[in-house]
């Protein structure tokens, strides 16, 4: 089998699905890796990289899909909403794509996918379990945002953030909160820790006080209990608005005594649960900085602007998304081994083999034989579930 490696198309995009490394791994599986000249080059990797670990290399992206048996990228259609649908009418039926497909998003897009006839796996969905978890491309994407989340707050924020004893007085530590204490907020409080500031977090799951004070964090904690806080996957649930009203009131000190807010509240599927108001940024120091991981979904901030940097009540602002691209080289190494273990659990004797009892397949399983097929994006997208007969082939 053939697995190809396009070139990302979605602009300012500089990850490349897999890198030189797992090249070697995926050849002894039986697989023909085949790479669009120059994939990997913003990522650090030139073309004679991956020519030596056993690589082909391919001319253009139309030959990429016209011969491959597997497509692997970073974002596929669904999660470029930009240039994605290019890809469309090179996909064939009975190919298989795999990467970041955004399952939870529009019907519409999961549909024309579908139309196409290609066996999709979305790597959101891999499932949170111990034995998935070399495969957990989210979190690997989480784990790079929560880091750099912090290093963009530090070069936008007028102050340092260690505390420093010098001849022209001592200088206190900054005070960085997040908001959101998964695998990107975890992250973002180990790596401002690091840097010497006093971090503090909050989060909506009990479960995440431990994890936080493990990483010398302080976990705020506010006398409101949510319901049913986290699914049987691990990730937050949605909450009604009377308690994000509850805990916008309750935050609102944390916050205006920080000099760093960094929000990473994020709900699968959902539009991401404003937790800062107009009201609260104003009330922080000028020169701070909020710094909006949920951007995307819609922003936890109420002034947040998808895509930006603004400034308001001299508030620094930060929507950007997308944010792992500005890592690409270790962003990328990250999301090659994902991938590549995934795909060695998919591909036995040379063949892709998918097994609807191993929930690894059952649960990225997106689209197959011109059908969304996943049982839980069918639930979430209002579709009927369907007959064993036209479920997994």
């Given amino acids: 089998m053939i697995l190809g490696v396009p070139k990302e198309n979605y602009p300012g995009e500089r990850r490349v699905a897999i890198v030189p490394a797992v090249v070697p791994a995926l050849t002894k599986a039986g697989l023909e890796v085949l790479v669009e000249a120059g994939a990997g080059l913003e990522a650090g990797h030139p073309d004679q990289d991956y020519t030596a670990k056993g ?176 699914d049987a996957r691990g990730y937050a649930t949605a909450q009604g608005e009377e308690f994000y009203k509850k805990q916008r009131e309750l935050l609102g000190g944390a916050v205006a005594a920080s000099d760093v807010v960094i929000t990473a509240a994020v709900i699968p599927g959902k539009k991401s649960p404003v937790l800062v108001t107009a009201d609260m940024v104003a009330r922080m120091a000028p020169g701070s900085v909020i710094v909006d991981l949920a951007a995307e979904r819609g922003g936890n901030c109420e002034l947040t602007q998808a895509g930006k940097t603004v400034k308001e009540h001299g508030v620094t602002i930060i929507g950007q998304f997308n944010i792992a691209t500005n890592v690409p080289y270790h962003a990328s190494q990250m999301y090659a081994k994902n991938l590549s273990a995934f795909l060695l659990n998919l591909v036995k004797d040379g063949k892709l083999q998918i097994n609807e009892k191993d929930e690894i397949h059952r649960e990225t399983l997106l689209t197959q034989g011109g059908e969304i097929v996943n049982a839980r994006v069918r639930e979430f997208v209002g579709l009927k579930p369907l007959t064993a007969e036209a479920g997994v082939k």
């Fill in 55 to 230: 690589a082909k290399l391919a001319v253009d992206r139309a030959e990429i899909f016209r011969t491959a048996d597997i497509v692997a990228q970073v974002l596929c259609f669904g999660s470029n909403d930009l240039t994605g649908k290019a890809d469309l009418p090179l996909l064939r039926s009975g190919q298989a794509i795999v990467g970041f497909l955004r399952p939870m998003g529009k019907l519409g897009e999961l549909q024309e996918l579908a139309k196409t006839g290609v066996t999709s796996f979305a790597v959101e969905l891999m499932p949170r379990t111990t034995r998935a978890q070399s495969m957990d491309a989210l979190s690997s994407m989480g784990t790079i945002c929560g880091y750099k989340a912090v290093i963009m707050a530090a070069d936008a924020l007028p102050r340092i953030f260690p505390m420093l004893t010098t001849a022209a007085g001592t200088i206190t530590p900054g005070r960085v909160l997040i908001i959101g204490a998964g695998v990107a907020g975890l992250q973002a409080i180990a790596t401002a820790r690091r840097l010497g500031a006093v971090a503090s977090a909050y989060d909506m799951r009990p479960a995440a006080k431990e994890q936080v004070q493990s990483l010398g964090g302080r976990f705020v904690e506010l006398p409101i209990e949510a319901k049913d806080a986290q």
